[in-house]
């Protein structure tokens, strides 16, 4: 079955750099989304691509797809404190999303 | 003005107890999901429900036995619950079928005793 898996698992980073995130899958997909959970909350949607695009921006999220290598990545930029959360991605394909096991960001003031 | 509600939020119960979880969403969305998140935080999905219709029903024990009485509701019962139960369950909702964004409750944190 596909399965987004993010790299890295963990991510420290200073407020105001950039954080990227990596995912990659293992079939075919329809779309691709990246959703973040935090901490005792549950998940929110930020960003979908479908397999016929390449690279999608929202606000200071830029998400691109690599269909041909069957990956994709998330590039938060300027972070801030309230983007500390795990950021999962998410394939769709087989009638259902199937979820990575996501990242940890932790953006420190 | 809660998109998608779920009650509990917390649930401590003894092994072998009967428990529910109940789930409402008001974004008139035709599909709703029971997800369960483990202590390493990974997400899988249980039951998916289309218009009160069950169309997906990945390999979880019959103990769990989702009830949808009307498309804006999806319950989760569980009966003889085990330690290896303890999880923290999701429910969330989506527009027109499974291949749009979801809509996620706040969750359930089921402690099993």
């Known amino acids: 079955s596909q399965q987004g898996e993010e790299d890295p698992q963990a991510l420290s980073i200073q407020e105001g750099e950039n954080a990227t995130m990596n995912c990659s899958y293992k079939?075919?997909?329809?779309?691709l989304q990246w959703y973040r959970q935090n901490s005792g909350r549950g998940l929110v949607h930020l960003i979908l691509i479908r397999s016929n695009e390449r690279e999608k921006h929202s606000g200071r999220l830029r998400v691109t797809l690599d269909t041909s290598k069957k990956s994709s990545s998330l590039l938060i930029t300027a972070s801030r404190a309230a983007d500390t959360a795990s950021y999962f991605c998410?394939?769709?394909?087989?009638?259902?999303?199937?979820f990575g096991k996501g990242n940890q960001v932790v953006v420190i003031p | 003005d809660t998109a998608v509600s779920q009650t509990p939020k917390y649930l401590v119960t003894q092994m072998g107890n009967d428990k529910s979880i109940k789930c409402e969403q008001n974004l008139g969305h035709d599909t709703m999901y029971w997800y369960k998140q483990d202590s390493k935080k990974f997400l899988k999905i249980m039951f998916s429900?289309?218009?009160?219709?069950?169309?997906i029903n990945e390999t979880v024990p019959n103990r769990f036995s989702p009830k949808s009485p009307d498309k804006a509701h999806l319950n989760l019962h569980i009966n003889s619950l085990e330690l290896g139960d303890s999880a923290v369950y999701f429910c969330?909702?989506?527009?027109?079928?499974?291949?749009?964004?979801?809509?996620f409750g706040p969750g359930t944190r089921l402690t099993v005793t």
């Open positions: 998410a394939t769709r394909g087989n009638n259902r999303l199937a």
């Open positions: 429900y289309n218009n009160k219709e069950l169309i």
């Open positions: 969330a909702s989506s527009p027109l079928g499974t291949q749009n964004e979801q809509y």
């Open positions: 079939t075919s997909i329809n779309n």
